[in-house]
């Protein structure tokens, strides 16, 4: 588990006492739900687990009823482990699920509270009907900082064998937000075409143009430069075939950042939105991109 050393703390306490609530996990993507769920059952019941954990995505599952049967079948039978009385349900994306669906899933809990155990993994806590938190333990994890992410995917590269450049990192970061899952992910996919993985690797895996190559396009643009920076950013999309909904997303998270008074970023987010809008509409990305980019030339002028 990388950081949530509170929540890790707090499921220690569980597997001593050999008894728990109901749990319900939340978090954004990629921070460990999942794998604290396992780990926890893993400690409840070693080399017993699989016939003592039943693992469902609500997602995936052909609506309530079926989940109803499976858990029903399932909780028949007692724990295998003698001094752990209750078996164990890991329900993930519960969030997923409509109103009525966890109307149902919570008598479902209720229904079997005495054999097992659900432990539900959520994105937003939001998504939860109150009847079900209300069953629950809630235990809230935390987005992974930057630095813990990065001082996992170093391990990674060290224990197998290849190296990563500083630039890399940044790049996995901004292209995966803090989601560990897709970072690992993300480096696996680049170490598999190099054994020294640089920014412009990682960025060719994902098929997106670099931070780098943006902010050049975007310089160019703020110093009048809008010619010779249309054709680099068309030849950039070309090349990485980028699409321009994709093309609105990456221009927004870079012109947020950009070095200008706070009061002309949301012209900047604006501008962005009527790009995006303009190119649902089924504009040509040909006659989108000078326009955006003498609109950013325009607002930045006018701030000086």
């Known amino acids: 588990m990388v950081d949530q050393r509170d929540v890790v703390e707090r499921l220690k306490e569980f597997v001593k006492a050999k008894s728990m609530p109901h749990l319900l996990f939340v978090g954004p993507p990629g921070c460990g739900k999942t794998t604290a769920a396992l780990c926890l059952a893993y400690e409840l019941y070693g080399d017993k687990v699989e016939e003592n954990v039943l693992e469902l995505n609500a997602s995936d599952e052909r609506g309530i009823a079926m989940i109803r049967e499976k858990v029903k079948e399932f909780a028949r039978m007692m724990s295998t482990v003698p001094d752990v009385p209750f078996k164990m349900v890991i329900l993930d994306e519960a969030d997923n699920m409509t109103s009525e669906a966890q109307q149902a899933l919570r008598r479902i809990m209720e229904e079997h509270s005495r054999t097992t ?65 897709k970072a690992i992910n993300l480096l696996q996919a680049a170490a598999a075409l190099t054994r020294v993985v640089d ?102 002028k006018s701030c000086k």
């Open 117 to 181: 155990r659900f432990c539900l993994i959520a994105n937003y806590l939001s998504g939860i009907i109150e009847p079900i938190q209300s069953r629950c333990a809630v235990f809230r994890f935390s987005p992974l900082p930057k630095d813990a992410v990065f001082e996992r995917l170093r391990y990674i590269a060290k224990c197998e064998g290849f190296q990563i450049t500083d630039e890399a990192l940044e790049a996995i970061w901004d292209i995966t937000g803090g989601d560990m899952r």
């Open 199 to 300: 920014e412009a690797t990682v960025y060719r895996v994902v098929g997106r143009i670099s931070a780098k190559d943006l902010r050049n396009v975007i310089q160019l643009a703020v110093e009048g430069k809008v010619g010779e920076a249309a054709i680099k950013l068309l030849n950039l999309m070309t090349e990485h075939g980028i699409s321009g909904v994709d093309l609105a997303k990456l221009l927004h998270r870079e012109l947020i950042k950009l070095n200008v008074p706070e009061y002309i970023k949301p012209k900047l987010a604006d501008l962005c939105g009527e790009f995006h809008y303009r190119v649902l509409e089924g504009s040509s990305p040909e006659l989108l991109v000078p326009w955006i980019l003498v609109k950013l030339h325009n607002i930045v």
